[in-house]
């Protein structure tokens, strides 16, 4: 029998020391998280960092190695089919049935979950209208835009009722038209008390949808919080750009502007100077008679943070 469910009050999820290893190679190191319920939780990082290992391993599709792990009350060593059946799940691939109409793809999927059919077509016929497929109900899937694809597999996720969604890159390779359609539509559920997980690349995404996050960067946890937080801890209010047009006038240039700013970090095509005023900075910087070719301020971002973080050497 499954383990009781916690009290409201606690976690949907909690890991402590959550490890995941494959042979030699440790995905997962060790990592301590929890997701309070009716909240956005994201997982961000670069490729290979364990996000989506260990969404696999709330999801119970992954075994833990070691540590541990409760999603909504219960273990998923002993009870993952009783969790997989609350859970929604939004792959990181499509794996719709293209063969099959959008409406099938929504019945049969509920069809998993042992729902009797009545109430799996009222529900397909609710979340067609929420996913704003009501006039491609009787349309293939498979000459479908992404975008489309993409809402249809969240609405399919939906069938179930799930307390909690788990959402692995789900507006990657999207135009901006249908990921802020599909940002909308996750807000939505938010608002109906559903809480969801997801992994992104997209720093504005997390910055737009997450209460709280998470950056991982070699299997570990390197920085927790609201996307707030994480900007006031490890960046500075604004940034100033700086372009110079020859590299040897941007070398000469970092001396003085370690002076003017909170830190400096030369890049191969600019300059960025940490502030906290950027105008003023600026100001100080021509000042000091520095002329660089092109000059922008704007906010610290979510961005900054996540390459101070993990660095901005491409690992593959």
């Known amino acids: 029998m499954p383990e009781p469910v916690e009290a409201a009050s606690a976690p949907l999820i909690e890991a402590k020391a959550l490890t995941k290893r494959f ?13 309070e319920r009716g909240e956005v939780f994201g997982f961000l990082g670069p490729n290979g960092a364990g996000k989506t290992t260990t969404m696999r391993m709330i999801a119970c599709v992954s075994p833990i190695t ?21 859970l929604g799940v939004v792959p ?39 996913a704003r497929l009501d006039d491609r109900r009787t349309s293939r899937v498979d ?22 969604v788990l959402l692995d890159e789900p507006t990657t390779g999207l135009d901006p038209q249908a990921r802020h359609l599909l940002w909308e539509r996750l807000y939505r559920l938010k608002r109906e008390g559903v809480t969801l997980v997801l992994t992104t690349h997209y720093m504005d995404e997390a910055e737009q949808l997450c209460d709280r996050l998470v950056i991982m960067d070699g299997g570990r946890i390197v920085a927790e919080g609201s996307p707030r937080q994480l900007i006031d801890r490890h960046c500075t209010r604004e940034v100033v750009e700086l372009r110079f047009a020859l590299p040897e006038q941007q070398d000469a240039a970092l001396g003085p502007l370690a002076a003017l700013g909170d830190r400096v970090e030369p890049l191969g ?35 900054d943070v996540f390459l101070t973080l993990t660095g901005r050497t491409l690992d593959e």
């Open 269 to 303: 095509d600019r300059v960025l100077l940490y502030t906290s005023q950027g105008d003023e900075a600026l100001a100080r910087i021509t000042g000091n008679g520095i002329r660089p070719d092109s000059v922008l301020v704007r906010r610290g971002t979510l961005e």
């Open 143 to 164: 000459p479908l835009s992404g975008g489309m694809k993409r809402r249809l597999i969240i609405a399919r996720s939906l069938i179930n009722r799930p307390e909690l």
């Open 92 to 130: 990181q691939e499509d794996n719709l049935d293209t063969e099959l109409t959008v409406w099938d793809n929504l019945v049969i999927y509920g069809r998993y979950f042992g729902l009797p059919m009545a109430q799996i077509r009222e529900r397909a016929t609710e979340l067609l209208h929420f």
């Open 23 to 35: 042979g030699e190679y440790v995905a997962v190191d060790g990592v301590d998280f929890a997701v």
């Open 66 to 86: 070691d540590g541990e792990l409760r999603v909504l009350g219960m273990n998923p060593r002993t009870d993952g089919p009783a969790i997989r059946a609350r």
